[in-house]
């Protein structure tokens, strides 16, 4: 996943991340959680995959 930056240019999302998959109650893939690797703190600690209309539905059916 790839987000664009204010300059036009492309920047990976989960660039030096752990990643985990957010799966629904059938095991498919709806969402990623990425965890930063270093120690840099100007970044977050956790970066999730953009909300979407999948997610939501999948989240209001498990509430």
């Given at each position: 996943?790839?987000?664009?930056?204010?300059?036009?240019?492309?920047?990976?999302?989960?660039?030096?991340?752990?990643?985990?998959?957010?799966?629904?109650?059938?095991?498919?893939?709806?969402?990623?959680?990425?965890?930063?690797?270093?120690?840099?703190?100007?970044?977050p600690k956790?970066?999730?995959?953009?909300?979407?209309?999948?997610?939501?539905?999948?989240?209001?059916?498990?509430?």
């Amino acid at each position: 996943m790839f987000v664009v930056w204010d300059d036009g240019t492309l920047h990976d999302r989960f660039s030096d991340r752990v990643l985990f998959t957010i799966r629904d109650q059938y095991g498919h893939p709806i969402a990623f959680s990425g965890r930063r690797l270093s120690a840099d703190d100007t970044q977050p600690k956790y970066v999730n995959s953009p909300e979407s209309l999948l997610l939501i539905n999948q989240m209001n059916f498990l509430i």
